[in-house]
């Protein structure tokens, strides 16, 4: 079974002045729509995790699942989302992408699953090569096994908000994928970073 798909759109967008990143014009579509055309053939199904009004998402047909964690827990608290989502559907795992990265690789869900292989419960996290840290990890994008769910709901209930402390906890692994250019993982986080994804689009129709 392929792992799902959770496109993680929780964030609270404050460089961009607040709203959701992924309904941003990028190329005459949203950048949540380029988002969901690369994730979605790589998995066996998808879902979108943001809170507020499920309704400013009815155009994309996906299912919104909201975090159960109250506050703003960060991406953590969307994986729990996801991971539950998953559980209901008959699911073993999940891979995660964000809402406002237009341009991640479409081959994410492979690689990560290949990092797993021999993993009791396949946890993988996507990273790129740095030149100053050696390389460094992504954490919005992952592959997560349902099977350690209440173990990460009682780690966000213990006030864990970062998602490397928990993945090394649980021996997780990386996937290294090339640093482009363009970026694989640029998000878009300022009205800067807006214009630039623009350009990066032009550049590659």
């Given at each position: 079974?392929?792992?799902?798909?959770?496109?993680?759109?929780?964030?609270?967008?404050?460089?961009?002045?607040?709203?959701?990143?992924?309904?941003?014009?990028?190329?005459?579509?949203?950048?949540?729509a380029?988002?969901?055309d690369?994730?979605?053939?790589?998995?066996?199904?998808?879902?979108?995790n943001?809170?507020?009004?499920?309704?400013?998402?009815?155009?994309?047909?996906?299912?919104?699942?909201?975090?159960?964690?109250?506050?703003?827990?960060?991406?953590?608290?969307?994986v729990?989302?996801?991971?539950?989502?998953?559980?209901?559907?008959?699911?073993?795992?999940i891979?995660t992408?964000?809402?406002?990265?237009?341009?991640?690789?479409?081959d994410?869900?492979?690689?990560?699953?290949?990092?797993?292989?021999?993993?009791?419960h396949?946890?993988?996290?996507?990273?790129?090569?740095?030149?100053?840290?050696?390389?460094?990890?992504?954490?919005?994008?992952g592959l997560?096994?349902?099977?350690?769910?209440?173990d990460?709901?009682?780690?966000?209930?213990?006030?864990?908000?970062?998602v490397?402390?928990?993945?090394?906890?649980?021996?997780?692994?990386?996937?290294?994928?090339?640093?482009?250019?363009?970026?694989?993982?640029?998000?878009?986080?300022?009205?800067?970073?807006?214009?630039?994804?623009?350009?990066?689009?032009?550049?590659?129709?």
């Open positions: 079974m392929r792992p799902l798909g959770v496109i993680l759109a929780g964030g609270l967008a404050r460089r961009m002045g607040g709203g959701d990143k992924g309904l941003l014009d990028l190329g005459n579509q949203p950048i949540l380029h988002v969901i690369r994730l979605a053939p790589q998995v066996g199904g998808l879902a979108l943001a809170n507020g009004d499920p309704a400013r998402f009815a155009g994309h047909g996906l299912p919104v699942v909201a975090d159960s964690i109250e506050g703003f827990a960060g991406p953590l608290a969307g729990l989302a996801g991971l539950d989502w998953a559980a209901g559907q008959g699911a073993d795992s891979v992408a964000a809402a406002d990265t237009p341009f991640f690789p479409r994410l869900v492979a690689r990560l699953v290949a990092a797993s292989s021999g993993q009791a396949p946890l993988v996290l996507a990273a790129t090569p740095d030149d100053r840290r050696g390389r460094v990890r992504h954490p919005t994008f997560w096994p349902v099977a350690l769910r209440d990460l709901r009682a780690a966000l209930g213990d006030g864990l908000r970062k490397v402390l928990w993945t090394d906890a649980h021996d997780g692994r990386e996937a290294l994928f090339d640093a482009g250019p363009p970026d694989p993982f640029f998000n878009v986080n300022t009205p800067e970073d807006l214009a630039t994804a623009r350009a990066v689009l032009e550049a590659m129709s």
